[in-house]
């Protein structure tokens, strides 16, 4: 009770305020559920209480409302066992906590549940603003390999601003709907190219080149008690020793009686060896062109004079060269 209709009206435009200050943006709308009448009529000065004690009462529910003033080293966890409560308990009487873990030194937390003598809800609207995420996009580029994948543009996230109405029951959220959303800012696509670039399937079809320019003093096959693996090319020391098709680097080093070895993967199950070279230009893992220069013509390993000793491998088994080179 308080003394007049003015402070009574006081009162109930101070627990609007109070709910309307206490979240953020443009207030649309407030309502008070229950029905609120004002009535006139004397009593007993003892009950009259004062502006504030009757605004307290009707947004806390009691006039004698437990607290507990937080000190150093508190948490709610701490609070809750030395008030030997249900931290869950403690943790709905306390809904203007912004974080169960940071409790400023000196805050007052309240240890009983507020049940507020009226309803009043809030209906206020807020703009803020959100990240758009940026999708990937997927081009193929036929002079990569199959295996190989890079970024062309990287992916950058947009803006967008959001209107939402949000409500608020005594203070705490109870529903949002969005109303509008505007792009601030586009998002930019994350561009990644994908190699297709395979080599399959040759088939004696004529499509490896010459390792290097040469006579075969050695042709592939038996050759006495033995069976040479592939074709001599003799050429003079020094001689670019060339790809013979696209491929990954697989061997790069001295292996034998082949000497200086490279071997050349192409897909597919084809392999290309290139033996007795005097220098290697490139290393496992290079990915190399048709036609490139790979090492140079020497007499490392086994050999009688300087030349190539070029091999074709199908799933690692020897092929007469000859059915794959140009003629
Ligand atoms: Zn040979």
């Known amino acids: 009770m308080v003394k007049d209709k003015a402070t009574a009206d006081a009162v109930l435009q101070g627990i609007k305020d109070y709910y309307v200050n206490m979240s953020p943006g443009e207030l649309v709308k407030i309502e008070v559920s229950n029905s609120v009448k004002l009535v006139e009529k004397f009593v007993n000065p003892d009950e009259i209480i004062t502006a504030e004690a009757a605004k307290n009462l009707i947004l806390k529910g009691t006039l004698e409302l437990a607290t507990y003033k937080v000190k150093q080293g508190d948490t709610l966890w701490t609070i809750a066992k030395e008030q030997n409560m249900p931290l869950d308990d403690l943790i709905k009487a306390n809904p203007q906590l912004k974080s169960e873990n940071k409790l400023a030194l000196g805050e007052v937390i309240n240890l009983k549940s507020i049940k507020p003598l009226l309803d009043v809800t809030v209906t206020k609207k807020v703009t803020y603003q959100e990240p758009l995420a940026f999708e990937t996009q997927v081009v193929k580029d036929d002079t990569m390999w199959k295996w190989d994948q890079k970024v062309k543009q990287p ?149 009688t004079g300087p030349h190539v000793h070029f091999e074709v491998r199908l799933n690692g088994n020897p092929q007469n060269p000859l059915s794959y080179l140009n003629k």
């Open 155 to 303: 992916g950058e996230n947009g803006t967008k601003e959001v209107a939402a109405q949000v409500v608020y029951k005594n203070g705490i959220k109870v529903g949002q709907e969005v109303l509008s959303e505007k792009v601030l800012k586009e998002p930019v696509t994350r561009i990644v190219a994908r190699g297709t670039r395979a080599e399959v399937a040759f088939r004696g079809s004529g499509r490896f080149l010459w390792p290097s320019v040469g006579k075969i003093t050695s042709p592939f096959g038996r050759r006495g008690r033995e069976f040479h693996t592939g074709i001599d090319v003799a050429a003079d020391r020094g001689t670019p020793i060339r790809a013979s098709n696209s491929g990954t680097v697989t061997f790069a080093g001295r292996k034998g009686s082949y000497g200086n070895l490279v071997i050349i993967n192409h897909g597919g199950g084809f392999e290309t060896y290139y033996a007795h070279a005097s220098s290697i230009l490139v290393s496992v893992g290079d990915k190399v062109e048709k036609g490139q220069q790979i090492a140079t013509v020497g007499t490392t390993g086994r050999t």
